[in-house]
């Protein structure tokens, strides 16, 4: 396993980290109603998962207080417990995240320093730590400066956890360039975190605007979803789209429609050609791109079993991509 620093942290983190969402299971928003979780998940399962991924030398785990409303932090730290990595030099190697943002409780708004607050001593609590080695704001819908759960006090709290050891880092994610534009030079945050992939490239390019920014201020990028939820690994058939269950975010989005699935697969072939056919190559080489990119400083694809965990190590083991490499899949995807 390939170690790169966090920004201005210091903490070393696995190239290949895990994401955690898909461990909250089914789950929908208690104030739009709308599906914000994933499928039913087998929790043993996620279990074994967990720990091919500690064997390989994952240090690196991304959770949220609204996975799942705690459940994917409770299942997280209940493995961790059970596989010896909560005290001791295991846990010293760990970079355990977790967030705050979309889940206000009675507060008017999540980003007050009461509620974040709140919210960082109940995910401590479901994790069974003594400290959150990174912790972000989850986005940056903050409110307007006159009122509480603004930026600046937002901001201004994340930096007390930090002094008081309640937390090691702070992040920020988000989801325009914009987002980071205004957060960035007030968080201060070691990292920022967002979309990446072959099909969503606009928080990777190396020349873009984020990639500067992140620079000015010695903070690294952790991409989430960098297999394209699933569509980089052709496992989906355009004439028989996939049926999400209720709860699962992807149920709704248009990029698992039957046109754009039949617009991607022909570079799906290309990619098999060039890298392998087998779920496994496609997932090495759409990770091993995101992690061409020099703010990369981790990827975290999702995993709900040990079939998906060991796809997601491939990656750790093939050699980096070439410059050939990434023009070959740039030319073949574009730039969003």
Not at 124 to 129: K, P
Not at 234 to 251: E, H, M, S, V
């Amino acid at each position: 396993m390939r170690y790169r620093t966090l920004g201005h942290s210091g903490l070393q983190v696995s190239e290949i980290g895990f994401g955690c969402s898909a461990l909250g299971g089914p789950a929908f928003s208690s104030e739009s109603g709308h599906a914000i979780g994933r499928a039913p998940l087998d929790e043993d399962a996620a279990l074994d998962g967990l720990r091919i991924a500690l064997e390989a030398g994952v240090n690196h785990f991304d959770n949220a207080d609204i996975y799942g409303y705690g459940r994917a932090e409770r299942l997280l730290g209940r493995g961790l417990s059970e596989f010896g990595h909560l005290s001791g030099p295991n846990r010293d190697r760990l970079v355990i995240a977790s967030k705050v943002g979309h889940h206000r409780g009675t507060a008017p708004h999540a980003f007050t320093p009461f509620n974040i607050r709140r919210q960082c001593e109940q995910s401590l609590t479901n994790l069974g730590l003594d400290h959150i080695d990174l912790y972000y704001l989850h986005h940056a819908g903050f409110a307007p400066d006159d009122q509480p759960g603004n930026l600046t006090d937002a901001a201004g709290t994340m930096h007390e956890l930090l002094a008081e050891g309640k937390i090691r880092a702070i992040g920020q994610s988000g989801y325009t360039i914009e987002d980071f534009e205004r957060t960035v030079p007030v968080l201060r945050p070691a990292a920022a975190q967002s979309w990446g992939s072959m099909i969503r490239t606009a928080f990777i390019e190396r020349a873009g605007p984020l990639a500067s920014l992140l620079a000015a201020h010695d903070c690294s990028f952790i991409a989430f979803s960098p297999l394209g939820q699933g569509l980089l690994l052709d496992k989906f058939d355009p004439d028989n789209p996939p049926q999400f269950d209720d709860g699962d975010l992807r149920r709704n989005i248009p990029m698992f429609s039957h046109e754009q699935l039949t617009a991607l697969k022909p570079k799906l072939e290309a990619l098999k050609e060039r890298f392998g056919g087998t779920v496994e190559d496609l997932a090495s080489a759409a990770c091993r791109y995101v992690l061409a990119h020099d703010h990369v400083a981790g990827v975290i694809p999702g995993f709900r079993n040990e079939s998906q965990a060991r796809c997601n190590l491939r990656a750790a083991t093939d050699d980096p991509f070439t410059s050939e490499d990434l023009a070959f899949c740039r030319e073949l995807f574009g730039t969003d």
